[in-house]
């Protein structure tokens, strides 16, 4: 079965950027549309974005565009959500998920941004 | 952008109640509009997907209707175990933009 496995809680200091991965396993990567949506504490759900890893194509929510990169490295179906310039409105769970209307989630990353 | 208007922001009702919460997007989106519901500390769990029909294992309470911009999530007898927050995202084109969310809270 499809299996998302995100790395873990991250701790950052204003200004600074992240990375977070996103590992897949149990469906042929390439194959699907991978997004990314964050939820700040006791807010709803954001969509930021996907990348098609096929192609390494992106699109990105017009409210992270210059601040968001995602990537993918195909050798080991992972894919990456990159955020810069943080600022403590970017405390939020992180997660990817295979396409839209989708039943397939990561497990969520946490990211904490404070000085 | 497609913007996507959620109501009721919070609900209460009684188990057995039939409850119904409403998705309007702002532009049509054909039938491409998913359900979610999201309990604390979990990711989103699929409910509903292409405006109504039933993910695998979801129980046949849950039913959702509707095309172009207006979208229902109906729930025909409330149980306690769906106590939590439902979402609606569209993903029609590029985009996959959420509603704001229903907080439903069982009396």
């Known amino acids: 079965q499809v299996h998302l496995v995100q790395s873990g809680a991250e701790v950052k200091k204003p200004g600074a950027s992240v990375k977070v991965s996103c590992k897949a396993s149990g469906y042929t990567f390439i194959g699907y549309f991978m997004h990314w949506v964050r939820q700040a504490p006791g807010q709803g759900l954001e969509w930021m974005g996907w990348i098609n890893p096929n192609s390494g194509g992106t699109y990105y929510a017009q409210k992270f565009q210059d601040r968001v990169t995602m990537t993918r490295d195909t050798s080991i179906s992972t894919a990456y959500m990159e955020l810069s310039r943080l600022t403590s409105d970017d405390t939020a769970v992180y997660y990817c998920?295979?396409?839209?209307?989708?039943?397939?989630w990561g497990q969520g990353t946490l990211l904490t941004v404070s000085s | 952008d497609i913007q996507m208007t959620q109501s009721p922001s919070t609900l209460s009702a009684s188990v057995g109640d039939r409850v119904t919460i409403t998705c309007r997007a702002s532009q049509s989106i054909d039938s491409w509009l998913a359900w979610y519901q999201q309990k604390p500390g979990k990711a989103p769990k699929l409910l509903i997907y292409?405006?109504?029909s039933l993910e695998i294992g979801v129980p046949s309470r849950f039913s959702g209707s509707g095309s172009g911009t207006e979208f229902t999530l109906t729930i025909s007898s409330l149980q306690p175990d769906d106590s939590a927050t439902y979402y609606c995202?569209?993903?029609?084109?590029?985009?996959?933009?959420f509603g704001q969310g229903t907080k439903l809270e069982i009396k």
């Open positions: 995202q569209q993903y029609n084109g590029d985009e996959g933009t």
């Open positions: 292409k405006a109504s």
């Open positions: 998920a295979r396409g839209a209307g989708t039943t397939d």
